[in-house]
């Protein structure tokens, strides 16, 4: 399972680099639907074959929506991820 969610992960960061470089064009609908489409949609594939794994095995896909989420909503590196995933309702 690691070496798939390696994978996962590496995938999922190219992506968000990608659409990094164009994030000051797009508007901030066309943004998150851009990210849900390239990344969230990833993470969520097969999801549930991830339950009852090792927290250290899911951290580094929790990195991955963690940067989607500042991706979307123009965070700098050091603001807390915590209050956009709320906002974006990906986090209840």
Not at 2 to 28: E, M, V
Not at 52 to 81: E, K, M, W, Y
Request: aromatic letters at 6%.
């Amino acid at each position: 399972m690691s070496a798939d969610i390696a994978k996962t992960t590496q995938t999922c960061f190219f992506h968000n680099r990608r659409l990094r470089q164009i994030r000051r064009l797009l508007g901030h609908d066309v943004a998150a639907e851009q990210v849900s489409t390239f990344v969230i949609s990833r993470l969520d594939h097969c999801n549930a074959v991830l339950t009852g794994l090792p927290q250290s095995t899911i951290v580094p896909l929790q990195g991955v929506f963690n940067s989607a989420a500042g991706l979307v909503l123009g965070l700098r590196p050091g603001d807390h991820v915590t209050v956009a995933l709320v906002e974006r309702h990906w986090l209840d």
